[in-house]
Every structure is written in C-alpha cells, then in structure tokens.
C-alpha cells in the first residue's frame, strides 16, 4: 500500500498530542519525512524519535515546499498564521497533483481571512483538510444519525454547557500554557480557540443556522475579551437552542450539564465528550446507552483524507465547511458588541465548490520522488 510522505509544519503541542499519536496509528499510510519549527529546541527531540535526516528539519518552512517526495503539509502553526501559511503554500503548491494542506482550526481569526481561507482551494486548485475532529468524532456522528433516524422525534430544542477553566490550565502543562494563547492576538481567543470545536459539533448536528443573539460578561484577562458567553441559536429547520460557553471557573456538580437534546418522542443526553457513552431516554420510558470510542477524531480525519487523495472519499471537513464555523463564533462576537441579532449562514445546505471524483475537479494522486 502506497504511503503518503507528510511534511510537519509547527511542532508544539497539538503536533505531540493530537497529529502525532494518529500518524502513529496510521503508519501503514502516513510517514513523516520533514518538520519544520522556527524554534530549534521542539524540532531536535523528533530527530532521533521519527529517524529524520538533519537536512529534512527546517526553521523555515518554504524551502520544504519545493520537494517532490512531500504529498501532505499539515500545518500547525498559532491561529493568526493560519490563513497567511496554507495560502502560501497553496500558491506554491498550485495545481500539482498529489499535493494536499491540513491546517489546524479555526482556519483563521478574522472575517476578511476565513472568506478568503474557503476560496484557497478553488483559486489554487489543491485539496485543503481543516482538522477539525469535533466534526469527525464518533459521538458527534452517532447523534446527529439519531437525530436524523427520528429516534427522539422531531428535535425541538437543545442546551449545550461548555466549561473551560482556562486560568487554571494555564499553570498547567496543558495547551493554555502556550504565550499566543495566553495573549492572543486574534479574535476572541479562548472563544474562538476551543469554543469554535462547539459551534462546528451543533453545526455537524443540527445542520445551517439562522441567525442568534448573544450575550456575555466581559473580563480584563488577555486571553478572552468574555468570562462567560451564552447564545441563542435558531437553525434553518426550525430547531431553537442554546450553547453557553464559560472559559474561567468550574462546573463542580456531577453529573454535567453538557448536551441535552429534546424532541417530540424523547432526548438525548452526552454529559461530556470523553465519557464515551450517549444516553437516549424515550418518552415511553424505554432507555439505551450507545458507547462510543472517545477521541478518534484525529484518526478519522487523517484516514478521510487518505481515502481523499486515493479517491475513495471526498474530504469531510473542508474550508468553505470551517468557514461556516469561524464565522459562527466571529457573529457571536459581533452581536454581543453591536447588542443584536444576526444572520449566520446564508444557504440552508452545505455545498461544497468541490469534490474528489467529480467532473468539475479531480485530484489524482501520483507518487512523486511562519515567519
């Protein structure tokens, strides 16, 4: 079975925890040959660990780009580099079969550079992967085929409960040590950073929204404009909910409020995403558990895209997609500013400009020898 030669781009803690451990289980489809990181002292640790050759570890990752052996880029790099790195890199890469991007969500940190994010694949002509496994996790994709199954009924309303203790991870050695996301300097931080997984869950399950109005308590610390954020949300099929997100304490009762999700013949209920069980409760008081496997988001990305270049998929997750994400959170914001309600997506259906396979843009896969 043919390999896909991966270029690593930013080597930091979502590379370590997230990408790697799935590349690892995937070694029968993935090897990385390169990594990149304008600092020396994270790349010299996965010399010795992944076997690669001193001149196949860069500080800049423009030089990599120009080699033939490299299918993947998987770029993870801080939010505010995001557009400006996989729009370089397409630009470079334009129209080479075999070539493809991931890049970490949210694919960027502002309105003017998410849009422009959604257009790089049709302008550039490359396959563009947002990693965004809430999207590909298990527990999400069970619900949302619950939900469609009508096992519940028609869904009439939902509330979803996210808390983040970020001052407290910020001691620890978690992601929120990191400095850009302690002082971001991209829209919303903490919000936009981990609240936008949220969004692109409901968004996955409950299908395009509306509009919504939100509220928040605003704070002094750098890493969010808001301690707390609670919207009202009205999708396009009629559903109604309500998604809070707090990123500065804890929610101490058990069990959590986490997601809870009511229709016409019953509810759903995912007290938190690692608990690796959903529980359906019918109104005539039949219940059942549905275990799930937690966390597989990541392996279940890198597989679609696999499937992808070999053209057995089209990709799930793609920037016009993430777009809809970034830009959910990005109107929370402004409606908590402006104190209004605003239109969210402006189509009832995703349509994706395009697909692996189709007449209107194939990607053929041909093994070829942040500044």
């Known amino acids: ?37 304008p600092e020396p002292d994270k790349t010299r640790q996965w010399v010795d660990r992944l076997g690669i050759r001193g001149d196949s570890i860069y500080t800049d990752y423009r030089p990599m780009l120009w080699r033939n052996d490299i299918n993947i880029f998987d770029v993870m790099v801080p939010i505010e580099h995001n557009y400006r790195v ?13 070539k493809a991007i991931i890049c970490e969500k949210p694919l960027a940190s502002n ?23 809430y999207r590909y996790n298990e527990d999400i994709n069970i619900i949302r085929d619950v939900i469609r199954q009508k096992k519940v009924g028609d869904v009439v309303y939902f509330i979803q409960n996210k808390v983040v203790n970020f001052p407290h991870d910020m001691l620890k050695n ?25 969004v692109a869950g409901i968004r996955h399950i409950f299908g395009a929204i509306d509009r919504l109005q939100a509220f928040g308590v605003p704070q002094n610390d750098d890493f969010a404009p808001y301690a707390i954020v609670t919207v009202n949300m009205q999708f396009k099929s009629g559903t109604i909910g309500q ?43 039949n219940r059942e558990q549905i275990p799930y496997r937690p966390q597989r988001g990541y392996y279940n990305e890198l597989l679609n895209l696999y499937n992808a270049m070999f053209g057995k998929e ?11 994400d970034a830009k959910t959170i990005l109107d929370m914001l402004r409606s908590i500013r402006e104190n209004k309600i605003v239109s969210v997506d402006l189509t009832e259906n995703y349509i994706p400009t395009y697909q692996y396979g189709n007449a209107t843009a194939q990607f053929e896969f041909h093994q070829t020898g942040w500044h």
């Open 1 to 37: 079975m043919d390999k896909l030669k991966v270029g690593i781009i930013g080597t930091g803690l979502a590379f370590e925890r997230l990408h790697y451990p799935a590349y690892q289980e995937l070694s029968d489809k993935y090897e990385i040959v390169a990594l990149c990181d």
């Open 86 to 98: 996989t729009e370089d890199i397409a630009r470079t890469l334009a129209h080479q079969p075999g």
């Open 111 to 133: 309105y003017e550079q998410a849009r422009a994010h959604a257009e790089l694949p049709r302008k550039y002509g490359i396959p563009i992967m947002i990693a965004e496994n």
């Open 174 to 198: 978690k992601f929120a040590r990191t400095e850009w996301r302690q002082h971001p300097v991209f829209h919303g931080g903490v919000i936009m950073d981990t609240g936008v997984h949220d």
């Open 243 to 285: 998604f809070s997100f707090y990123c500065s304490g804890k929610e101490m009762q058990r069990p959590l409020i986490g997601m809870r999700i009511f229709g016409t013949g019953g509810m759903i209920y995912l007290e938190e995403r690692d608990c690796g069980v959903i529980n359906v409760v019918h109104d005539d008081g």
């Open 314 to 324: 089209t990709i799930a997750v793609t920037p016009e997609m993430e777009f809809g």
